[in-house]
Antibody, heavy 120, light 112 residues
Framework: EVQLVESGGGLVQPGGSLRLSCAVSGFTLSDHYMDWVRQAPGKGLEWVGRTRNKANSYTTDYAASVKGRFTISRDDSKNSLYLQMNSLKTEDTAVYYC???????????WGQGTLVTVSS | DIVMTQTPLSLSVTPGQPASISCKSSQSLLHSDGKTYLYWFLQKPGQPPQLLIYEVSNRFFGVPDRFSGSGSGTDFTLKISRVEAEDVGVYYCMQSLLLSYTFGQGTKLEIK
């Protein structure tokens, strides 16, 4: 059974940093793209970024709203995905989901999400 | 970015009746590989989104056949042939043609 479990959310001050983790099981992580998607309270879904699979050299892409501040990494040996968030802004407040990406079917499995609150 | 526009933003449906949601993209989602990169998700209350339909009309594993997707180019539709109580939630379309992937605003389905 495919499972994704996020952790690391919490309250952080504007300008601060936070690192989210996503532990995966039930599939071979190196075969898959992995994405982060966020949802501000009461709002819709926003794609944050992606790391591609081993076959595609683990390249990354980011939404313009987070580029230069957020970094996605992965450790396939630990079955884990990470989202390093720096220079956090109040508008980054959201539930952050990790989702299994392609290369074939995107977002076929999601974690339960972890809440990040950026506030002073 | 490609803009995704859903209508209606909310609908109230009697159990057993059909429902339909429209999604329009600001540019064609047809790729040179012949596939059209349009997805549908359902987010039930308090849960993460779940994949319903990929590439316009392909139901994901375990999705009931009362859900169907259609369309081409820039105009797409999700249809539920007979709404059930478990179908409540917010439906999102998403384009995966170009990064950044973008979602529609969401359509909230409630049961009458």
């Amino acid at each position: 059974e495919v499972q994704l479990v996020e952790s690391g959310g919490g309250l952080v001050q504007p300008g601060g940093s936070l690192r989210l983790s996503c532990a995966v099981s039930g599939f071979t992580l190196s075969d898959h793209y992995m994405d982060w998607v966020r949802q501000a309270p009461g709002k819709g879904l926003e794609w944050v970024g992606r790391t591609r699979n081993k076959a595609n050299s683990y390249t990354t892409d980011y939404a313009a709203s987070v580029k230069g501040r957020f970094t996605i990494s992965r450790d396939d040996s630990k079955n884990s995905l990470y989202l390093q968030m720096n220079s956090l802004k109040t508008e980054d407040t959201a539930v952050y989901y990790c989702a299994r990406g392609g290369p074939a079917i995107h977002f076929d499995h999601w974690g339960q999400g972890t809440l990040v609150t950026v506030s002073s | 970015d490609i803009v995704m526009t859903q209508t209606p933003l909310s609908l109230s449906v009697t159990p057993g009746q059909p429902a339909s949601i429209s999604c329009k993209s600001s540019q064609s989602l047809l790729h040179s590989d012949g596939k059209t990169y349009l997805y549908w998700f359902l987010q039930k209350p308090g849960q993460p989104p779940q994949l319903l339909i990929y590439e316009v009309s392909n139901r994901f594993f375990g999705v009931p056949d009362r859900f169907s997707g259609s369309g081409s180019g820039t105009d797409f539709t999700l249809k539920i042939s007979r709404v059930e109580a478990e179908d409540v939630g917010v439906y999102y379309c998403m384009q995966s043609l170009l990064l950044s992937y973008t979602f529609g605003q969401g359509t909230k389905l409630e049961i009458k």
